[in-house]
């Protein structure tokens, strides 16, 4: 009996040493945040893609170009206010609801890892996986150029002001079937 009251009072003492070191205020920050601007924000400020982030408000892919605020997250081919004219009136449609499978459309131009510029030169590079379109972006060579899932696509520019990488870009990038 004498050895059980010594087992608990030195598991009382124990206890009241222990928790008195545990400081309430202790946070652990989530490893990778990164202090730049948010890519839908910079999407945001530029004029000529607003037909672009207009869709992904309308298709609830808002949170694709937000993410969780980590760097080099993403990398989105953002086409420009004119290529989504050019491939309206090239393909019929009235509007970009006439669009077959806009969302997923959309989906095609965010992708998963953060592709550079130079990434996109590189000869052993071939594909790049797009954020939940369930496709992948090819990625080939011919001449000197680099064609985007078999189309030629010009770069206009590239911003890596945000937590990835922002691609504006002449053209609307369809899946393949």
Do not use: W
């Amino acid at each position: 009996m004498k050895k059980l009251k010594y087992i608990l009072s030195s598991l009382v003492v124990f206890s009241l040493l222990f928790s008195s070191c545990i400081d309430e205020n202790y946070s652990v920050e989530p490893t990778g945040l990164s202090d730049r601007e948010l890519l839908s924000n910079i999407v945001a400020q530029q004029q000529d893609l607003s037909i672009f982030l207009e869709l992904v408000q309308q298709n609830n892919l808002l949170g694709l170009l937000v993410g969780n605020r980590t760097q080099d997250q993403r990398a989105i081919f953002a086409p420009t206010n004119q290529a989504f004219i050019d491939f309206l009136a090239a393909n019929g449609f009235e509007s970009a609801a006439d669009v077959p499978n806009l969302a997923n459309v959309l989906r095609f131009h965010i992708a998963n890892p953060n592709v550079t510029r130079s990434m996109l030169s590189q000869t052993n590079f071939t594909s790049i996986q797009t954020a939940l379109s369930g496709r992948n972006i090819s990625v080939t060579r011919t001449n000197g150029n680099v064609l985007l899932n078999g189309q030629s696509v010009n770069i206009l520019r590239s911003n890596t002001d945000g937590n990835g990488t922002i691609h504006v870009i002449d053209q609307i990038l369809v899946p393949g079937s």
